[in-house]
């Protein structure tokens, strides 16, 4: 059965980083690319970023290019997102998604709050 656990989230201050993390289980994770989504209160889902099976290439939503990274270690089958310069516009839940057998999984999400 496919898992993936995403953790890191929390409060934190505009302007600073935060590093989320996703780690898969039940597949071959260096066989798959990797994304972020994220959900604000009231709002779709969003892509917020992916990562090819064999780290790169990568691409990111509009909003977040410049300011976020994705990376993988596939020895630890963990996909991160590090974010940097945050606003209180990336308060959100932030989901991993990863597409196996025909079908996406999704993590349960990480809050990530972006606040004075």
């Known amino acids: 059965q496919v898992q993936l656990v995403e953790s890191g989230g929390g409060l934190v201050q505009p302007g600073r980083a935060l590093r989320l993390s996703c780690e898969a289980s039940?597949?071959?994770?260096?066989?798959?690319?990797m994304s972020w989504y994220r959900q604000a209160p009231g709002k779709e889902r969003e892509f917020v970023a992916s990562?090819?099976?064999?780290?790169?290439?990568?691409h990111y939503g509009a909003s977040v290019k410049d300011r976020f990274s994705i990376s993988r270690d596939n020895e630890e089958n963990t996909a991160y997102l590090q974010m940097y310069s945050l606003k209180p516009e990336d308060t959100a839940v932030y989901y991993c998604?990863?597409?196996?057998?025909?079908?996406?999984?999704w993590g349960q999400g990480t809050q990530v709050t972006v606040s004075a």
């Open positions: 998604k990863v597409h196996y057998s025909g079908r996406d999984y």
């Open positions: 039940g597949l071959s994770f260096w066989i798959y690319g």
């Open positions: 990562i090819a099976p064999t780290n790169g290439p990568t």
